[in-house]
């Protein structure tokens, strides 16, 4: 197994990156248009220009928010995404984990070059768009 791992810092709330993480309107905000239902164990969808990813929600606490992949591109299936929010004196610090890969192929490699760009693009969300 393999997984992706990001830190990035972020001056905002606590409250503000939770809403950004656990609301549709704030993932269509810096990740891509999302539907469905947003809440424990139930699933939405994720629309990337017409591939649909979805996606369960498995736990969400104050500062820890956990996701299955549960349709999807094939090798994100069963992957879980884990979201750990810390707070500093200058905001927050968000720990990032895209875990239970199968292994390092091309698209474990391509979506980790993604991932920081969304994460940056969160990050950009946060300090600008919600003050």
């Not at 549709?24 to 539907?35: C, E, H, I, T, V």
């Not at 929010?85 to 199968?102: A, M, T």
């Amino acid at each position: 197994m393999a997984d992706i791992l990001h830190q990035i810092s972020i001056e905002t709330d606590l409250a503000a990156a939770t809403g950004a993480i656990t609301t549709l309107k704030g993932l269509s905000r810096w990740w891509a248009p999302a539907s469905g239902k947003y809440k424990l164990r139930e699933k939405f969808q994720l629309d990337f220009a017409g591939q649909l990813m979805e996606i369960q929600v498995i736990s969400i606490e104050k500062r820890r928010i956990e996701w299955r992949c549960v349709g999807s591109d094939p090798e994100w299936e069963k992957t879980r995404l884990v979201f750990k929010l810390k707070k500093d004196n200058e905001g927050i610090v968000l720990n990032f984990s895209h875990k239970d890969w199968d292994g390092t192929t091309s698209r474990f490699r391509q979506c980790n070059t993604q991932w920081a760009a969304y994460l940056l693009n969160l990050k950009r969300y946060l300090e600008t768009a919600t003050k």
